[in-house]
């Protein structure tokens, strides 16, 4: 099972928006609505930002948005702030497995 | 709160077995209808699946990864195991453990507490 593929890196203002594709197969990304995204900070444990390709946990802001179409799933970081400057993964149940992506470096410009 | 906690040697010999344990604390690892499991991410790279398990004893594995690694559970501990066999320097990473929500009908699929991550090196 290959690894779902990721932009290296993305950036915008503070303020900004920023979108990170996800792109798998449709054995995975296409074929469940099971697409999460974790935000990491260097030298963190990963942290649940989006489940379920939409929702978001308790606790994680409004800014953080995510959406599918087809095999490609979507994160959208409306109005950038300096905190949300970190690496995301996104990931996807597959059959008989669990992938994640290569990873986004959002910068904060 | 819920707390995950890695625990175990830093370094691993070429060809020896890897052995991990994760402590859960704030919650039992027999309640609801969770699921627990480990994750790696090699030194600058990405997160990679390896194994879950229900304190049931029903367990899941990486297929890439299935023929070294052996997921263990003790609930009277409230612990979870990971032994990884026959190890070599691609085997270097951190590793997570972490709680997974499991998939189908109205549950998540997805991992929603992690622990902080210990570093496991494997060299000579």
């Known amino acids: 099972q290959s690894a779902l593929t990721q932009p290296p890196s993305a950036s915008g203002s503070p303020g900004q928006s920023v979108t990170i594709s996800c792109t798998g197969t449709s054995s995975d990304v296409g074929g469940y609505d099971y697409v999460s995204w974790f935000q990491q900070h260097p030298g963190k444990a990963p942290k649940l930002m989006i489940y379920?390709?939409?929702k978001r946990p308790s606790g994680v802001p409004d800014r953080f948005s995510g959406s599918k179409s087809g095999n490609t799933a979507s994160l959208t970081v409306s109005g950038l702030q300096a905190e949300d400057e970190a690496d995301y993964y996104c990931?996807?149940?597959?059959?008989?497995?669990?992938?994640f992506g290569t990873g986004t470096r959002v910068t904060v410009l | 709160q819920l707390q995950l906690q890695e625990s175990g040697p830093g370094l691993v010999k070429p060809s020896e077995t890897l052995s991990l344990t994760c402590t859960v604390s704030g919650g039992s690892i027999s309640s609801g209808n969770y699921y627990w499991s480990w994750i790696r991410q090699p030194p600058g790279g990405d997160l990679e699946w390896i194994a879950t398990?229900?304190?049931?004893?029903?367990?899941y594995y990486n297929p890439s990864l299935k023929s070294r690694v052996t997921i263990s559970v003790d609930p009277s501990k409230n612990q979870f195991s990971l032994r990884l066999s026959s190890v070599t320097a691609a085997d270097t990473a951190v590793y997570y453990c972490?709680?997974?929500?499991?998939?189908?009908?109205?549950?998540?699929?997805?991992?929603?507490?992690w622990g902080q991550g210990t570093l496991v090196s494997v060299s000579s």
């Open positions: 379920e390709v939409t």
């Open positions: 398990i229900h304190y049931s004893g029903s367990t």
């Open positions: 972490a709680r997974h929500l499991p998939c189908g009908g109205t549950n998540s699929c997805t991992f929603d507490y």
């Open positions: 990931s996807s149940l597959a059959a008989n497995n669990y992938v």
